[in-house]
């Protein structure tokens, strides 16, 4: 199973971006996927997060901007992010807690990351 995201890339103060991932392989159920977020010097965090069965939770600090969204027979999530500032810069990783496929489970995975910058 592999987790591929895209759409991070460079906007201004009160900009948007929508970031997707999806996960591909032979998945039979994915339980909870999310984006956590690193920026330099700083661990990573929570950012939203979403179960398959469309409950969500959202890091503090982006509650109101972010939407966290999934597409469970694609197997993708996005985030739309709105009203970014300059401390929303960060790499943004995929994350799948739980992942069920050719009978086998597998645990916390974790794409490769795509780079948002806000300018201030």
């Known amino acids: 199973v592999q987790l591929q995201a895209s759409g991070g890339g460079f906007v201004e103060t009160g900009g948007s971006l929508e970031l997707s991932c999806v996960a591909s392989?032979?998945?039979?159920?994915?339980?909870?996927m999310g984006w956590y977020r690193q920026a330099p010097g700083y661990q990573r965090e929570l950012v939203a997060a979403?179960?398959?069965?469309?409950?969500?939770k959202y890091g503090d600090s982006v509650k109101g901007r972010f939407t966290i969204s999934r597409d469970n027979d694609k197997n993708t999530i996005y985030l739309k992010m709105n009203s970014l500032r300059p401390e929303d810069t960060a790499v943004y990783y995929c994350?799948?807690?739980?992942?069920?496929?050719?009978?086998?489970?597998?645990?916390?995975?974790w794409g490769q990351g795509t780079q948002v910058t806000v300018s201030s």
């Open positions: 994350n799948v807690d739980e992942v069920i496929y050719l009978g086998h489970f597998e645990y916390d995975l």
């Open positions: 392989g032979s998945i039979t159920s994915i339980n909870a």
């Open positions: 979403i179960t398959s069965g469309g409950n969500t």
